[in-house]
Every structure is written in C-alpha cells, then in structure tokens.
C-alpha cells in the first residue's frame, strides 16, 4: 500500500495478457491503471538496451504509479508491470541484476501471474517468444515474488476466464475496494 491505495500488479512474462487484463479490472472497479513504461521507453529508444535502460525504465514504472495515485478511485490502482519485474528482465536478459532492484521496496498488495497458456503475439518489442523461453520468463517471475515473499496468485486459462481468476484472487486476497 502506498498513500492509502492498495495496488495489484500484473507480473509476468511477454504477451500474457497484462495490459489487457489490467485495463479490464481497472474499468471492473472504476478506478485507473498503469500502463507499461517500459514499452514506451523501447519505442522512443528500441530493444538493444543496457542494465542502465531496465533501471531507467524500473524507475519511470515507479514514477508513474506515484503520478497516478493522486487519481486513484476507490482505494485501488492496477499496475500494468512494476520495479519487480523490471528486475526479472535484467535476470532473464543479462543473467544479474543491478543492485537498485533489490532495493526496491513498495511492493504491490497483491500480484497476478497470467499464465503461459495463451499464444505468444510477436511484435517488433517482445524479444522471448520461444516456448523455452516463455517458461524459463515465467519460472523468473515466479521465483522473484517468492524470494520477495508476497503475495501472488496465477491467472490462467483462455482470455476470457482471467479477468474472472482474478477477481476471484482478489477477493481471496481480502482487497476490496473502498466507497
């Protein structure tokens, strides 16, 4: 929770459903979201990026969902991607990470994994779209909200059932939102 709002976050790999699925429960609540910084990062400075970019892009991802809460309804903001998995990009493009990652300590309420069961859609940003690397991307995610111990629930199954999953995961959480 930061300033009051309770924040849940879409964690995971590429193509997955995220933005989708956190625009979704954003409208389902009436509140707002975050979208994806680090896209927008790579399409003003493409995908050949540093460890540097993926701090630069973990520390625009928090500014934003600082920039949001202001506009928050109902005590709940979804964020489409935050510093953590940022943080499973540096790991799963350079094999560490720097150490601003694990310093990083506002963590989401709640975070849902969507599974890698939906087909990978490439675009010209998605760099891991072989099943092998799919799973290796989403074995990352779930490992970095363990070694965090937070807490975190899967999101599977067709489109369509994982708005429904997460509902679902977000009452079980207790997060309810706030008149």
């Given at each position: ?11 995971g790999p590429e193509s997955t459903g995220k933005s989708t699925l956190a625009e979704a429960l954003a409208r389902h609540f009436d509140t707002i979201w975050v979208p ?85 859609a490439q675009d010209d940003l998605r760099l891991h779209g072989s099943a092998e690397a ?46």
């Amino acid at each position: 929770m930061i300033g009051g709002v309770r924040l849940i976050c879409l964690h995971g790999p590429e193509s997955t459903g995220k933005s989708t699925l956190a625009e979704a429960l954003a409208r389902h609540f009436d509140t707002i979201w975050v979208p994806e910084y680090g896209r927008t990062y790579c399409e003003e400075h493409g995908t050949d990026f540093a460890m540097s970019d993926l701090v630069a892009m973990a520390k625009g991802q928090y500014t934003a969902t600082l920039a949001a809460i202001p506009r928050v309804r109902h005590g709940l903001l979804f964020l489409d991607t935050d510093p953590l998995m940022t943080a499973v990009w540096a790991d799963m493009t350079f094999g560490k990470r720097d150490p601003w990652f694990d310093r990083f300590a506002d963590v989401a309420d709640l975070y849902l994994v969507p599974g890698i069961d939906l087909p990978f859609a490439q675009d010209d940003l998605r760099l891991h779209g072989s099943a092998e690397a799919r799973q290796l991307f989403y074995d990352l995610s779930v490992a970095e909200l363990d070694r965090r111990g937070v807490r975190w629930a899967t999101v599977d199954g067709p489109a369509g059932d994982r708005q429904a999953a997460a509902l679902a995961a977000i009452g079980a959480a207790g997060i309810a939102p706030i008149d």
